[in-house]
């Protein structure tokens, strides 16, 4: 996952190449396949390429992970929604999927691997492969494209999607200051893009707010998904006399490191990680991408899929909190719930002033909510934190 340059405000995929499973990219090799490859050649000759048998195909709909789906984290979770389209369509949708493609020029080849096998929708579930997925869509206009927690939507076929994480982490921060018996906080963080830094400010500010004396230290990895930096940053942590740990890392092995430390809580990311409960996980950040995937597949079978920028959380469902066990005291357990209940809501923004910059100055005002635009493109601490966010 070594990378420079700008690149590195992504979901990085692993360096090396791991050749295509079979049974993930060969399935659907059907007259649609044959329809893309031979094009206007078919045509020209007469042959059907696209006729009857084509349309008795099953609608395909491709998934590209940056990781491996059992890492049950950000791609395991993803890969949980598209078994819920294979559960809701039955026969009439087909999936596949590729797992730790690389966010970059290799990726752009892989989509379009995908699409030439027959899919006709393609999920791209990470930030970096915004560019390859644009790219692949300018060549085909009549395949739907998803990009997750992007933005770039250069041609009518594109979507961006992503979820209010801030919003779980508002919730995991209560509860982390609650916890904390150190005052001090470990957070194992991946990239320094917004959607971390926000994840960062939402913990922090719901800690602080009910721990005045709490710390966060912060552990940038630079990657996403690697077990032995996910390992050593929590040990790091846990030296440093961190008794909660945090990530926005996507493997369980922080889990695994404090379940030996003992006296170490910590939470899920992105899936519930419950085989770590009671202890040391307390509770956990879930992505669900299921409702979404499949009321977007719904709408491009059924034709009524118009492209759209989704920003969605706890009030539709794609930001869930897990279980609190009981190793969070009651009346904890109690306010927590509240909080969240709030966010469904509606009653309550986890950005809402007064709220000032790391350095002091005013950002939100008594009462004023931050924007989603701020939100979006998030690149500063807010007061309380200390350490500097790396370029």
């Known amino acids: 996952m070594a990378t420079t340059g700008p690149m590195i405000a992504t ?33 020209a000759t007469g042959l059907a390429a696209g006729g009857a048998m084509a349309q008795d195909d099953p609608f395909q709909v491709g998934f590209i992970y940056v990781g491996p789906i059992g890492d049950y984290g950000w791609t395991w979770t993803h890969d949980q929604g598209r078994l819920a389209v294979e559960e809701a369509f039955g026969d009439s949708v087909e999936t596949v999927f590729a797992e730790e493609v690389p966010e970059g020029p290799d990726a752009e080849r892989r989509i379009t691997q995908m699409i030439l096998n027959g899919a006709d929708m393609i999920f791209t579930t990470s930030f970096g492969y915004g560019e390859a997925t644009n790219a692949v869509a300018a060549q085909f206009p009549d395949v739907y494209f998803e990009h997750a927690t ?3 939507r250069e041609h009518e076929n594109v979507s961006t999607y992503s979820a209010r994480f801030y919003q779980g982490r508002a919730v995991i921060g209560h509860i982390a200051g609650h916890m904390t018996e150190s005052n001090i906080v470990g957070y194992i963080a991946s990239y320094p893009i917004p959607e971390v ?19 966060f230290r912060v552990v940038w990895a630079y990657t996403w998904f690697d077990p032995a930096v996910e390992g050593d940053a929590a040990q790091a942590l846990i030296d440093a006399g961190a008794d909660v740990i945090m990530q926005h890392t996507d493997s369980t092995t922080p889990q695994s490191v404090a ?14 990680m419950i085989q770590f409960a009671p202890a040391p996980r307390i509770s956990s950040i879930i992505d669900n991408w299921g409702p979404y995937y499949v009321r977007r597949v719904a709408e491009a079978m059924e034709g009524t899929w118009e492209q759209s ?22 009346d904890v357990r109690a306010s927590a719930t509240a909080l969240m209940e709030s966010m469904q809501a509606g009653e309550y ?10 350095d002091g100055t005013a950002w939100l005002a008594d009462g004023e ?23």
């Open 259 to 272: 379940q030996d430390a003992g006296n170490v809580y910590t939470f899920g990311q992105a899936s519930d």
């Open 349 to 358: 923004h986890p950005f809402t002033g007064p709220i000032n910059r790391q």
């Open 197 to 215: 830094i926000r994840g960062i400010n939402s913990a922090f500010l719901h800690a602080r707010e009910v721990n005045p004396d709490v710390e």
């Open 150 to 152: 992007g933005y770039l």
């Open 11 to 43: 979901r990085f995929g692993r360096e090396t190449f791991k050749p295509t499973k079979p049974e993930t990219l060969q399935r659907g090799h059907s007259m649609k396949t044959v329809t893309r490859l031979l094009a206007g050649a078919a045509l």
């Open 309 to 330: 920028d989704t920003w969605e959380g706890m009030s539709e469902g794609m930001v869930l909190v897990g279980e609190m066990t009981d190793a969070i005291p009651e």
């Open 369 to 391: 909510i931050a924007d989603d635009g701020t939100l979006a493109g998030m690149n500063f601490y807010v007061e309380g934190i200390t350490g500097d966010i790396p370029n």
